[in-house]
């Protein structure tokens, strides 16, 4: 066992896996649902992001980034009266916006392999499944800061001195 696959097993122990730190309560869409309600469904829920569901599966992920550029304002306007997008999320569905391609994880994943694949697909986001397919949860990269923050702060005590010999500390307020 070389250094890299003592680090991947202790990170994947350390940080634990996407069960014990993805978000349990997720703002699912419907993919015939106007745009427009799905939008402020997710600003209501503080959330930039969720799964479309149809049937009990995953067909698609909706994010406000989405929304934004299928609205026309992912890039600059020089057209069209008052400079607005063209078309208006009123009149499209969130099977017209929504991303098909989409990546999954499963909560008895250790989270070291969610985050892999989140930086390998450029995704911010990944629905959990169970071992049926059906959404149970979320991983967003606030999931897995958290997790990375909590595992730190639980091996701080007991490592921080030896990785920060005599550099000063700031104890929060």
């Known amino acids: ?58 067909v698609g992920m909706l994010t406000l980034r989405d929304l934004i550029e299928k609205e026309g304002h992912g890039a600059t306007q020089t057209t069209g009266p008052f400079l607005r997008g063209e078309r208006h999320l009123a009149n499209l569905t969130v099977a017209d916006v929504m991303t098909r391609e989409v990546f999954t994880t499963r909560q008895e994943w250790p989270l070291t392999r969610a985050l892999a694949l989140m930086d390998d697909t450029g995704v911010n986001r990944l629905p959990v499944l169970d071992r049926d397919d059906r959404p149970v949860g979320i991983l ?34």
């Open 1 to 58: 066992m070389d250094d890299s696959d003592v680090f991947r097993k202790a990170a994947e122990t350390r940080f634990g896996t996407v069960g014990e730190a993805m978000t349990r309560n997720v703002v699912a869409m419907d993919p015939v649902m106007h745009a427009s309600d799905a939008a402020a469904m997710l600003t209501e829920a503080g959330v930039a992001g969720g799964p479309v569901v149809e049937g009990g599966r995953v």
């Open 140 to 173: 967003a990269r606030d999931d897995v800061l958290r997790a990375i923050a909590r595992a730190f702060h639980e091996c701080e005590p007991h490592v921080h001195p030896a990785l920060t010999p005599g550099l000063p500390r700031i104890e929060p307020d």
